[in-house]
Nanobody, 120 residues
């Protein structure tokens, strides 16, 4: 069994910063790519950023230069540093990861989501 648990969301003023964390635990043999998605009310879930196991990252145009993804492979954790936040960044943020387990299975796993609200 594998779990992804997110933390770090909250309410922040425009221009502020937040750091999200997502820790994977369970019967993990290997974690491949990890990523962050977000879903705003009335909108589809969209990819924000993703990072490979080797550390190569890509970003949605809307967050380039403001958000930074990183990972600590020893801790099975991925981070999202969000700076210069805008009201349009308000959404539920979800992490996901491609994980191979010690049971011989491979799947995409999702966290439960954490709310980020940018408002004055």
């Amino acid at each position: 069994q594998v779990q992804l648990v997110e933390s770090g969301g909250g309410l922040v003023q425009p221009g502020g910063s937040l750091r999200l964390s997502c820790a994977a635990s369970g019967t993990i043999r290997n974690i491949n790519a990890m990523g962050w998605y977000r879903q705003a009310p009335g909108k589809q879930r969209e990819l924000v950023t993703a990072i490979t196991s080797g550390g190569s990252a890509n970003y949605a145009d809307s967050v380039k230069g403001r958000f930074t993804i990183s990972r600590d492979n020893a801790k099975n954790t991925v981070y999202l540093q969000m700076n210069s936040l805008k009201p349009e960044d308000t959404a539920v943020y979800y992490c996901n990861a491609g994980i191979s387990t010690t049971l011989g299975t491979s799947n995409i796993y999702w966290g439960q989501g954490t709310q980020v609200t940018v408002s004055s």
